[in-house]
């Protein structure tokens, strides 16, 4: 069966520090990969999605960069935090009997001081 | 582009009240309609969905139908449960490969 592994799950980084998120699927190959955060109050924002290797969509001008360096490994990154980056980040995988849903990692909370 | 207009929270209820949670969408195409929940300190697990016009989805007591006409996908329950307790997002999916959610309802029961 297909599985979802996020890390870590809690984070706090000072501001202008890097970020490294990683997620990995175990199970499945080629998945659509996703990145959300959630941010108090702000509901479920994409931030990234990859159809495959190397292939990066951007929903939002940010601070954030993704990466996907291998098919079934997701990286969410930044070269300096700011603030306004704390939140709970989501990483998530399509699939289903007809890839018609997603399939979510348990989240890292991060915070930013 | 697509979107989804979720009601805002916080919700509280006693146990056993009937809850409605009020979601519309704005899409172009014929997208599928979701229901996720957040049980804290978790990510979402999907709770149902609905993929077709007057489909019905259901789980765990919840129910919620595709109305194409009003563009809506609002969740109910008949009874709820102190363990209902979370956020409930509604989401869409269109044509791409994008899913957007809506903004969350936080749903407090009480004994």
């Known amino acids: 069966s297909q599985t979802i592994h996020q890390w870590p799950a809690t984070l706090v980084q000072p501001v202008g520090s890097p970020l490294s998120l990683e997620c990995t699927v175990e199970?499945?190959?080629?998945?659509?990969l996703y990145w959300y955060r959630q941010a108090a109050g702000r509901g479920l924002q994409l931030l990234f999605y990859?159809?495959?290797?190397?292939?990066i969509s951007s929903e939002v001008p940010q601070n954030l960069s993704a990466s996907r360096p291998q098919d079934r490994q997701f990286i969410l990154s930044s070269k300096k935090l700011l603030l306004s980056d704390s939140g709970f980040y989501l990483c998530?995988?399509?699939?289903?009997?007809?890839?018609?849903?997603?399939?979510f990692g348990s989240g890292t909370q991060l915070s930013v001081l | 582009g697509d979107s989804v207009t979720q009601m805002e929270g916080p919700v509280t209820l006693s146990e056993e009240a009937f809850l409605t949670i009020n979601c519309t969408y704005t899409?172009?195409?014929?997208?599928?309609l979701f229901w996720y929940v957040q049980y804290p300190g978790e990510g979402l697990q999907l709770l149902l969905k609905?993929?077709?016009?007057?489909d019905k989805g259901s789980n765990k007591g919840f129910e919620a139908t595709y109305r194409k006409e009003t563009t809506s996908f609002h969740l109910e329950k008949g009874s709820v449960q102190v363990s209902d307790s979370a956020v409930y997002f509604c989401?869409?999916?269109?044509?791409?490969?994008?899913?957007?959610f809506g903004t969350g309802t936080s749903l407090t029961v009480i004994p």
């Open positions: 990859s159809v495959g290797i190397g292939q």
């Open positions: 989401a869409l999916s269109g044509g791409g490969n994008q899913f957007y």
């Open positions: 199970g499945t190959s080629n998945p659509n």
């Open positions: 998530a995988w399509r699939g289903g009997q007809s890839n018609e849903k997603l399939f």
């Open positions: 609905a993929t077709k016009a007057d």
């Open positions: 899409a172009t195409g014929y997208p599928s």
